[in-house]
């Protein structure tokens, strides 16, 4: 261990032991002084299996990256590790029980797991409140956890290359989001929850198992790239849905509605005033109507920049509602969303 410091590629607070074949790292055999004027530490492709805990020696510590190795847990040691800021720890055998305990007190702003073992984002990351950046890609993850929205700071979600199924709309609340990035998954909707994400620029969504849009996407006005290339988005499965007849209570909540009778909360209970709040108008405009709980779903293509047609669910009050919109992508030429969408709106849309 004499020679580590020697052969290190030195500069001012970096230390680059990268690629050097090792088998074992200790902190011990660095000066002293070295290790207290370190705050970049490289250990990148060696044959590290663990990281040892002298680590913790690097007391001003910024970024440490232990990428390329062959590390199935992380020590104790990095949670003293106060000031580090960035954790690159990608392509390892890490999976969620590899992590400290208290490995969420971390400060943390930066922090890498892609290509490892994951089956689960380990709460102990949903505990870092200053996290900006999270790389958890090609791992095994099933799902995101809820606990997600903890993570206030953060700017970029990376989760391609999973088995992700659903987004949770927890994902939402994250005030902050920029870069969402779920390509290669097998999700097969998008929440409409999503809208909140009113700093979100980068959407990518290829490859998953997506056949619409919900049309809320309309909402995310910052937008400028969403990716769909290698989804089915065809409207086949439209056909298939069935239409469950409105109940009594809707067709005279309707009748209320469409005809505009006036009503008095004392004429009504207190629930049915609540319930002929909750009616929704007929997107067509040739409709009057409004619906309760019985709608008809359907696929409403809607263009953007004039190249692309994107589709979006629809919801009509019945079937038998005249409406622009269509299952063919041809016939919607007079949909009033057309117009109303700003060719700049999204700067690229990737469906090929």
Same mark, same amino acid.
């Given at each position: 261990?004499?020679?580590?410091?020697?052969?290190?590629?030195? @500069?001012?607070?970096?230390? *680059?032991?990268s690629?050097?074949?090792?088998?074992?790292?200790?902190?011990?055999?660095?000066?002293?002084?070295?290790?207290?004027?370190? %705050?970049?530490?490289?250990?990148?492709?060696?044959?590290?299996?663990?990281?040892? /805990?002298?680590?913790?020696?690097?007391?001003?510590?910024?970024?440490?990256?232990?990428?390329?190795?062959?590390?199935?847990?992380?020590c104790?040691?990095?949670?003293?590790?106060?000031?580090?800021?960035?954790?690159?720890?990608?392509?390892n055998?890490?999976?969620?029980?590899?992590?400290?305990?208290?490995?969420?007190?971390?400060?943390?702003? +930066?922090?890498n797991?892609?290509? #490892?073992r994951?089956?689960?984002?380990?709460?102990?990351?949903t505990?870092?409140?200053?996290?900006?950046?999270?790389?958890? @890609?090609? #791992?095994?993850?099933?799902?995101?956890?809820a606990?997600? $929205?903890?993570?206030?700071?953060?700017?970029?979600?990376?989760?391609?290359?999973?088995?992700?199924?659903?987004?949770?709309?927890?994902?939402a609340?994250? /005030?902050?989001?920029?870069?969402? +990035?779920?390509?290669?998954?097998?999700?097969?909707?998008?929440?409409p929850?999503?809208?909140?994400?009113?700093?979100?620029?980068?959407?990518?969504l290829?490859?998953?198992?997506?056949?619409?849009?919900?049309? $809320?996407?309309?909402?995310?006005?910052?937008?400028?790239?969403?990716s769909?290339? @290698? #989804?089915?988005?065809v409207?086949?499965?439209?056909?298939?849905?069935?239409? *469950?007849?409105?109940?009594?209570?809707?067709?005279?909540? %309707?009748t209320?509605?469409?005809?505009?009778?006036?009503?008095? /909360?004392?004429?009504?209970?207190s !629930?049915?005033?609540?319930?002929?709040?909750?009616?929704?108008?007929?997107? !067509?405009?040739?409709?009057?109507?409004v619906?309760?709980?019985?709608?008809? %779903?359907?696929i409403?293509?809607?263009?953007?920049? @004039?190249?692309?047609r994107?589709?979006?669910?629809?919801?009509?009050?019945?079937? $038998?509602?005249?409406?622009?919109?269509?299952?063919?992508?041809?016939?919607?030429?007079?949909? $009033?969303?057309?117009?109303? +969408? /700003?060719?700049?709106?999204?700067?690229?849309?990737?469906?090929?």
């Open positions: 261990m004499e020679n580590h410091e020697a052969a290190a590629v030195a @500069g001012d607070g970096v230390l *680059d032991f690629r050097m074949s090792l088998n074992t790292f200790s902190a011990d055999s660095i000066r002293g002084e070295r290790k207290k004027e370190t %705050r970049l530490l490289y250990l990148n492709y060696n044959r590290l299996s663990s990281l040892h /805990p002298s680590v913790s020696l690097f007391c001003n510590l910024e970024l440490l990256d232990i990428s390329s190795n062959d590390l199935s847990t992380i104790d040691g990095i949670t003293r590790l106060t000031k580090l800021r960035t954790l690159i720890a990608k392509n055998r890490l999976d969620e029980f590899s992590l400290p305990k208290d490995f969420g007190s971390l400060q943390l702003e +930066v922090l797991f892609s290509g #490892n994951f089956q689960e984002i380990p709460l102990q990351c505990k870092l409140l200053r996290l900006q950046s999270l790389s958890l @890609g090609g #791992n095994r993850l099933k799902s995101i956890p606990e997600i $929205e903890n993570l206030v700071s953060l700017e970029l979600l990376y989760l391609g290359g999973n088995l992700i199924s659903a987004i949770p709309p927890e994902v609340n994250l /005030p902050y989001l920029t870069y969402l +990035v779920l390509c290669d998954n097998h999700i097969q909707s998008v929440p929850q999503l809208t909140r994400l009113h700093s979100l620029r980068s959407l990518s290829h490859n998953n198992l997506l056949t619409y849009l919900p049309r $809320e996407i309309l909402s995310l006005v910052h937008l400028q790239e969403l769909l290339r @290698g #989804n089915p988005l409207v086949r499965f439209v056909k298939e849905m069935t239409y *469950d007849p409105p109940s009594l209570l809707e067709l005279a909540g %309707r209320i509605k469409s005809r505009n009778i006036p009503y008095f /909360p004392c004429d009504l209970p !629930n049915l005033l609540h319930y002929l709040d909750l009616a929704s108008k007929c997107p !067509n405009p040739k409709c009057a109507g619906y309760f709980d019985s709608c008809v %779903r359907q409403k293509f809607v263009d953007f920049c @004039g190249k692309y994107l589709p979006l669910m629809h919801y009509l009050c019945s079937p $038998e509602c005249t409406s622009p919109c269509s299952s063919n992508p041809q016939s919607d030429a007079e949909s $009033e969303d057309e117009s109303s +969408v /700003p060719a700049d709106r999204l700067q690229r849309v990737l469906l090929g």
